[in-house]
Structures are given as C-alpha cells and as structure tokens.
C-alpha cells in the first residue's frame, strides 16, 4: 500500500502489487468487459470505496488508544490529525513513553508542524521507517498519507510485536479454525464475511463465551453482530468493524463525496478492506493470547479448588447416606411427635440442603469437565506455541513464555461425574427408603405449608396495598378550589381501582385459608391474617362514595367558576354604562345626550343593575365592586332623569374639570345676582308710588316681594328664599330649577317690564 507516491509514507510495508494493479488483476470472469477507460474509473471507485472503510476501521482503532490518554471526541481523522497533538498522545500509549514537550493547544500553523514534527521523530525513534512523509503532509491531513502512517503503526504495534507478518497471522487464523466445519479461510479477502470465523477464534479460545452451533444458524449480520459484541464485553476487543462493512450496505454517513456516489459500483466490487480485517484479527489474538495467558495461570488454582470441594462433597454423601439408613432401623420406635419432627427434618433436609448440594454436584462435573477441556486446550496450546515460535525462529514473547512454560495439572478419578453420579443415588436410594414411611404425613404436611406460604405472601402484598392507601380512604376533605377538588378525585380514582383490584384477590386468598381451615398448625394463623384484610370491602365502598361526592363537588365548583365568570363580564358590561352615565350627568351635551339616548342609557342600566343583583344574591362574589358600581349609578341617575325628561341641566361640573374661569354662573351664584336685582327694584318702585306699582303687580299676577314674576323663575327664587332642607336636596333642586343659558335671563327681562308697565301707566294717568 506504499509503493505509489500518492500512497507513500512507510518503507516498511510487504511487498506486492499497487492497489490499481491489483485490482486490475481480478479474474475476467468476475470484471465484465468495459469501454475504454471505464475499467479504471470503476477501479477508482473501488478503491475509493475501500479507502472509506479504511479509514472508518483506523480511526476507530485511534480512539482506543487516545481514549487510555484522556482523549476523547475523534471523529474526522483526517481532520484531527491536522494539530499533531493526537498522533504524539497515540505514540505515548504505543510505546509507553511520554513525550515532555510539545504544543498541547496549537494555535498557528508553525506550532501544528512542531507538533507534527515530535510525532515523527517519536515513531522513529520506535525503529520505524518513514518514507516521503513530512510534518506538511500531516498537517494538511493528506487521507492516503495519514492512512499509509496508520497502517504502519499497526503493522509494527500489532502485527509484527506478535507474528511476523499478516500471512504468518492468516496461518494462524487457518490453524485455530481448522477444526470447525463452517469455516473455510483461504485469504484474507475470502470467509470473513459471515461472522462464523469471528465466532470460531472466540470459541477455540474460551468455549463458554458463545454458542458457535447457534451463531452459525443466524443470518451473516447478526452473526457478525454477536461475535463483536462478545469479544468486545468478554476479551476487551474494541469494535474495529461493523457487520455492514464485511457484509455490504455500507453508509459512509461521514463522507459525502458526491463523485464517489455518482460512479456506479458493480457487482464483484465492494467496500471490503483487507487492512480493516488484518487489523481487526490482530487485536482480536492479542485479547485473546491475553485471555489464554491469564487464564492459564488460573489454572492450578482451579484445580486444587476442585479437589477439595469434590472430597467435602463426597464426604456430605456419605454422611447422609449413613444417617437415612440408621433411621430406617429406628422407624418402628418414633412416636408421633418423633415422627412429626423428623418430618419436618426431611422436609428442611429436601428444602434446604438437599437442593444446594444437587447444585453443587452439577457445578463439580460441570467443573470436572471444564478443567479437563482446560487442561487438554491448555496441552495442545503449549505444543502449537512451541512449534509456532519455532517456524518464526524468534525468541517467545512474555505471553508464548508463560504458555510454555505451565505445568500439566491432574485430576483424580473419584472426582469424574460418573464417579460423584454413583455416590449420589446411592444416598438418594436410602432417602427414599427411610422416606416411605413418612410419606403420606409429609404429604400433607407439604401441601399445607406450601398453602400457607402463598397466602402469607398474598396477604402481605394486599396488606402493604391497604397501607398505602390508607391516607386516601381516611380523607374525608372535599377542598375549595377546582384543582383541590380535581386532585382529590384523582387520587381516589386510583385508590379505588387499585382496591377493586386488591377485593378480587382478597376473594382468591380467602378460598386458600379455607383449605387450612381445621389445621393444627396453620388453621388460625391463616384466619388471623385473613381477619386483617376484612375492612378491604369496607373501605372499597367508602371510597366509591366519596368518589361520587367528589364528583359531585367538582361539578359544583365547576358550575360556580362559570356563573362567577359571568358575573364578571357583567360587571364590566354595567361599568361600561356606569361610566357613560357619569359623562352624561358630568358633562351634559343636548345636541350628543338627547332624550331617546339617555333615557335608552337608563333604561339599560337599569336592566343590567337588576340582572346583576340577581346574580350576586344568588352565587356572591360581586363584592365591594358590585356596591360602588351601584352607588355611582345611584348618583348619576337623578341627572339622566332630569335629561331624559327633557329638563336643561347646567353642567355644574365643568368649572371643577378644567380648572378655570367660564361664563356659566352656578346656582348659587345665579340666585344671589337675583336676590340683588328684586332688592334694587324693590327699593326704586317704593319710591316711586308703591302703592300703584302693587296694584299693577296685582293686575299682571302673582309676584315675588311685590314685583310680578313668571312662574318658572318663581320656583327659583322660593328656593333661594327658603334656606331650609338638606344641603343635597337644595343643591339638587336648585340644579333642577336653574335657568337654561339659552333662553336668556327671563327673570329680569320679565322684571324690567313690569317696571316700564308702571311709569307706562303712570303717564297715561298724567296724560
């Protein structure tokens, strides 16, 4: 994969054909014939593709190294490459040495090249050689540079540190496969792809990891899915690849080369790496000589522990064996009692010792032949480890040195299943012997216990459902608003159900207590425990009438809420009036307020203020607003009254509102400019001739200290003249009575012609 300049970096890759040669090479029956210059395109294609798989499987195996480093979050490779910072935390992790110095967070090109540069004096100074590689090209993340580097590193790092190249790791593959039937592995781009090679490495090196029969029955994904899955939890393995890349289907989600997409990918091509398989397998033995080793040194342990638990057993049997057949000797002699109590003693004995022991057993030939499997894996490991480093004609590693170099362990006879089988029905036979005698007891004694311990059971589980919702069934509150109310009903609801539930198998539990009834032993316990579930139906019917009261409840505060909400709305409806009804009798307009207009205004406040304490004296709520609404209406009223009968109303407001100086005179002032004018002419009319003035007052009509006055302005001046009654009243009547501006001052117009009447006469008489 180095020997084109595109793809150089490391001078120590195998040797063999470019990628283009080699797929040029692919056999004429699979490549169909193409047009010129098509055959390269679609080579490209595939190559591109398997580039795509490459770098998925590399970048996955960066991440769990980086990840032993406290580095995490690698998505792009080509990318995160680029500051140089995770190829040196990748170097520490490989060669376990730390690197003093370099630019942890670069922040300029100059720093990610130094950073670059550390990186490839680190991998050198590893004994690797690097070739037409350079800082620049790293940090520009050239992809087929940085996946040339990579497949260096894994080549030195997890290859060649365990074999010698990948066909000595394919040698391997073949000889730890060689006895399963399913698998057949000729290269490294061949059998792969089902999953069933996974899953035979797995098995050969730990059986009790996987089922290889039913691996092998599922469909390739799901096979490839299991066997990564289990070397991923069980040896460590980290998942390099996916079933989708061996199998096809692959969704290269973090490329979108739209070229790539464009070039249609023919039948005999795929995205099947042959580097992604290598590296894969590398670590998958590495985890797995791993695991062997560890194992192995178990192994002496495990064997000294199975000796001595197979002789305490063996011991246990007969010890039993021993005791049941004394007791069939002494059968005739036990009372009652004696044989009630040793009833109970076979019972424990069948319940509790009896059961553990039988687990027991079958652990230790479950043992016996895991050790023996073990120990003839573990012979057969040490002659193939010998013969292997003996082909490499290297030196063994730590892991092939300790392979070597374990003792054979032996296991003895009297410890073999069949051995312990024997022994075991041999002590079963006398149980059954000494058994018949007890047996119809026993019987029911069994039958009875196992009947009170499902109702004790049951009884306890319907107990802790009555406590939980005792608070439920001993609230008596309805609450105020909707959401207490609501809340309430929930929880009762759900109480209830859950009660119904608890009645139905209080019913089944009773039926159960009924069959002990009468027993010795259990009969008034059972009753007792049944007395306690006796409030169930009690309580049942106490909550599905508070049920309907709460529900109940929930509709009356729901009733409630609506009419206060119509309340309110009209109450803002009668403050609508209310505030025109101050406007008119404030600030009257007779060309805006006329006398159909008020008196509908009045008509509808009227309407509205009745409705309103119909309301409110029926649900409440209009409280203090409903009252001040009432009083202002109850001041306005006299005023629109007047208006809509058509009677002038001064706007006795209007000073007070504009805060200034205006041309209409106020009652009172009015009343005493009146006063002053009667007093004047009064005086002047004396002394002219009173009498004869008098009696022309007498001939024009009634009048007001001797000068003759319209009726309309006579009612002014007896009010003014009165000075009694509330200060209300008089200021509602003089408002009332208070000339109209448009007519004109009547009262002295009517005045001064009295007056000319009076010398008018007074000539004629001269005359």
């Given at each position: 994969?180095?020997?084109?300049?595109?793809?150089?970096?490391?001078?120590?890759?195998?040797?063999?054909?470019?990628?283009?040669?080699?797929?040029?090479?692919?056999?004429?029956?699979?490549?169909?014939?193409?047009?010129?210059?098509?055959?390269?395109?679609?080579?490209?294609?595939?190559?591109?593709?398997?580039?795509?798989?490459?770098?998925?499987?590399?970048?996955?195996?960066?991440?769990?190294?980086?990840?032993?480093?406290?580095?995490?979050?690698?998505?792009?490779?080509?990318?995160?490459?680029?500051?140089?910072?995770?190829?040196?935390?990748?170097?520490?992790?490989?060669?376990?040495?730390?690197?003093?110095?370099?630019?942890?967070?670069?922040?300029?090109?100059?720093?990610?090249?130094?950073?670059?540069?550390?990186?490839?004096?680190?991998?050198?100074?590893?004994?690797?050689?690097?070739?037409?590689?350079?800082?620049?090209?790293?940090?520009?993340?050239?992809?087929?540079?940085?996946?040339?580097?990579?497949?260096?590193?894994?080549?030195?790092?997890?290859?060649?540190?365990?074999?010698?190249?990948?066909?000595?790791?394919?040698?391997?593959?073949?000889?730890?496969?060689?006895?399963?039937?399913?698998?057949?592995?000729?290269?490294?781009?061949?059998?792969?792809?089902?999953?069933?090679?996974?899953?035979?490495?797995?098995?050969?090196?730990?059986?009790?990891?996987?089922?290889?029969?039913?691996?092998?029955?599922?469909?390739?994904?799901?096979?490839?899915?299991?066997?990564?899955?289990?070397?991923?939890?069980?040896?460590?393995?980290?998942?390099?690849?996916?079933?989708?890349?061996?199998?096809?289907?692959?969704?290269?989600?973090?490329?979108?080369?739209?070229?790539?997409?464009?070039?249609?990918?023919?039948?005999?091509?795929?995205?099947?790496?042959?580097?992604?398989?290598?590296?894969?397998?590398?670590?998958?033995?590495?985890?797995?000589?791993?695991?062997?080793?560890?194992?192995?040194?178990?192994?002496?342990?495990?064997?000294?522990?199975?000796?001595?638990?197979?002789?305490?057993h063996l011991d246990w049997l007969a010890t039993k064996q021993r005791a049941f057949e004394h007791g069939v000797q002494q059968a005739e002699?036990?009372?009652?009692?004696?044989?009630?109590?040793?009833?109970?003693?076979?019972?424990?004995?069948?319940?509790?010792?009896?059961?553990?022991?039988?687990?027991?057993?079958?652990?230790?030939?479950?043992?016996?032949?895991?050790?023996?499997?073990?120990?003839?894996?573990?012979?057969?490991?040490?002659?193939?480890?010998?013969?292997?480093?003996?082909?490499?004609?290297?030196?063994?590693?730590?892991?092939?040195?300790?392979?070597?170099?374990?003792?054979?362990?032996?296991?003895?006879?009297?410890?073999?299943?069949?051995?312990?089988?024997?022994?075991?029905?041999?002590?079963?036979?006398?149980?059954?012997?000494?058994?018949?005698?007890?047996?119809?007891?026993?019987?029911?004694?069994?039958?009875?216990?196992?009947?009170?311990?499902?109702?004790?059971?049951?009884?306890?589980?319907?107990?802790?459902?009555?406590?939980?919702?005792?608070?439920?069934?001993?609230?008596?509150?309805?609450?105020?608003?909707?959401?207490?109310?609501?809340?309430?009903?929930?929880?009762?609801?759900?109480?209830?159900?859950?009660?119904?539930?608890?009645?139905?198998?209080?019913?089944?539990?009773?039926?159960?207590?009924?069959?002990?009834?009468?027993?010795?032993?259990?009969?008034?316990?059972?009753?007792?425990?049944?007395?306690?579930?006796?409030?169930?139906?009690?309580?049942?019917?106490?909550?599905?009438?508070?049920?309907?009261?709460?529900?109940?409840?929930?509709?009356?505060?729901?009733?409630?809420?609506?009419?206060?909400?119509?309340?309110?709305?009209?109450?803002?409806?009668?403050?609508?009036?209310?505030?025109?009804?101050?406007?008119?009798?404030?600030?009257?307009?007779?060309?805006?307020?006329?006398?159909?207009?008020?008196?509908?205004?009045?008509?509808?406040?009227?309407?509205?203020?009745?409705?309103?304490?119909?309301?409110?004296?029926?649900?409440?709520?209009?409280?203090?607003?409903?009252?001040?609404?009432?009083?202002?209406?109850?001041?306005?009223?006299?005023?629109?009254?007047?208006?809509?009968?058509?009677?002038?109303?001064?706007?006795?407001?209007?000073?007070?509102?504009?805060?200034?100086?205006?041309?209409?005179?106020?009652?009172?002032?009015?009343?005493?400019?009146?006063?002053?004018?009667?007093?004047?002419?009064?005086?002047?009319?004396?002394?002219?001739?009173?009498?004869?003035?008098?009696?022309?007052?007498?001939?024009?009509?009634?009048?007001?200290?001797?000068?003759?006055?319209?009726?309309?302005?006579?009612?002014?001046?007896?009010?003014?003249?009165?000075?009694?009654?509330?200060?209300?009243?008089?200021?509602?009547?003089?408002?009332?009575?208070?000339?109209?501006?448009?007519?004109?001052?009547?009262?002295?117009?009517?005045?001064?012609?009295?007056?000319?009447?009076f010398f008018h006469s007074d000539e004629q008489k001269t005359q």
């Open positions: 994969g180095c020997q084109t300049e595109e793809r150089s970096g490391c001078a120590n890759a195998p040797p063999g054909p470019s990628p283009i040669q080699g797929f040029a090479s692919i056999a004429a029956s699979e490549m169909p014939a193409f047009e010129a210059g098509e055959r390269e395109t679609r080579i490209r294609a595939q190559r591109e593709l398997q580039d795509k798989q490459q770098k998925k499987t590399f970048t996955r195996w960066w991440r769990t190294y980086l990840v032993q480093s406290g580095t995490e979050g690698l998505s792009d490779l080509y990318e995160d490459i680029k500051p140089g910072v995770i190829g040196i935390k990748l170097l520490e992790v490989l060669s376990n040495e730390k690197c003093e110095k370099y630019n942890a967070k670069p922040k300029s090109r100059f720093q990610m090249l130094e950073n670059q540069q550390t990186f490839l004096n680190l991998v050198t100074s590893n004994k690797i050689k690097l070739v037409n590689i350079g800082a620049e090209d790293l940090s520009e993340g050239k992809p087929t540079l940085v996946l040339g580097l990579t497949w260096t590193l894994i080549l030195h790092f997890e290859i060649h540190k365990y074999s010698t190249d990948e066909q000595q790791l394919l040698r391997w593959v073949r000889a730890k496969t060689s006895g399963y039937d399913e698998v057949s592995i000729q290269s490294w781009g061949t059998g792969f792809n089902d999953g069933k090679a996974f899953c035979a490495l797995i098995h050969k090196h730990e059986a009790s990891a996987l089922d290889f029969v039913a691996a092998c029955r599922k469909e390739p994904v799901e096979t490839l899915t299991h066997a990564f899955n289990v070397a991923e939890e069980t040896f460590a393995v980290p998942k390099l690849l996916e079933p989708q890349d061996l199998v096809g289907g692959n969704d290269f989600d973090d490329d979108d080369d739209a070229t790539t997409q464009a070039l249609p990918v023919p039948s005999w091509a795929s995205s099947f790496d042959d580097r992604s398989i290598i590296t894969y397998v590398a670590k998958l033995r590495q985890a797995l000589r791993d695991h062997r080793v560890s194992v192995r040194a178990q192994t002496p342990t495990l064997c000294a522990a199975l000796d001595a638990d197979a002789h305490a002699t036990l009372t009652l009692a004696q044989t009630e109590a040793e009833a109970a003693a076979m019972e424990a004995f069948g319940r509790d010792e009896k059961p553990p022991k039988a687990s027991e057993r079958q652990a230790l030939a479950e043992r016996y032949v895991a050790a023996a499997a073990r120990l003839e894996l573990e012979a057969a490991e040490k002659a193939e480890e010998e013969v292997e480093w003996k082909e490499m004609g290297r030196e063994p590693d730590a892991a092939g040195a300790a392979i070597m170099a374990t003792e054979q362990a032996l296991l003895r006879d009297d410890m073999s299943p069949e051995a312990v089988g024997e022994r075991w029905n041999a002590m079963e036979a006398a149980e059954a012997k000494y058994m018949q005698m007890l047996a119809a007891t026993l019987d029911g004694r069994r039958r009875a216990l196992l009947t009170w311990q499902r109702l004790r059971r049951g009884c306890a589980r319907e107990q802790e459902c009555l406590a939980r919702i005792a608070h439920v069934i001993e609230d008596e509150s309805i609450g105020e608003t909707e959401l207490e109310v609501l809340s309430r009903l929930v929880a009762a609801e759900t109480a209830k159900n859950e009660l119904a539930v608890s009645c139905t198998t209080i019913d089944g539990l009773q039926k159960l207590a009924a069959k002990l009834e009468g027993d010795v032993e259990f009969g008034e316990r059972a009753s007792e425990l049944i007395g306690r579930l006796g409030a169930a139906p009690r309580s049942l019917s106490k909550l599905e009438e508070r049920v309907e009261a709460l529900r109940r409840a929930l509709e009356d505060v729901r009733a409630r809420a609506a009419q206060q909400r119509e309340l309110d709305a009209a109450l803002h409806e009668f403050a609508a009036v209310v505030q025109r009804g101050e406007e008119a009798a404030a600030f009257p307009m007779p060309w805006e307020d006329t006398q159909e207009a008020v008196s509908a205004l009045l008509a509808e406040g009227e309407a509205k203020a009745e409705a309103l304490k119909a309301k409110e004296a029926a649900i409440g709520g209009g409280g203090g607003r409903l009252g001040a609404l009432m009083s202002a209406w109850a001041a306005a009223q006299p005023v629109l009254g007047a208006l809509a009968r058509g009677d002038a109303v001064a706007p006795a407001k209007l000073e007070e509102e504009i805060g200034g100086d205006t041309a209409v005179e106020k009652p009172e002032e009015t009343q005493a400019a009146q006063a002053e004018a009667q007093a004047e002419v009064q005086a002047e009319v004396q002394s002219a001739g009173g009498a004869e003035v008098e009696e022309t007052v007498a001939a024009n009509g009634e009048g007001v200290g001797g000068v003759a006055v319209p009726a309309d302005e006579r009612e002014a001046v007896e009010v003014a003249e009165r000075g009694s009654g509330s200060a209300a009243d008089e200021a509602a009547e003089a408002q009332r009575l208070a000339p109209r501006p448009s007519k004109g001052n009547n009262f002295m117009d009517n005045l001064v012609k009295s007056v000319n009447g």
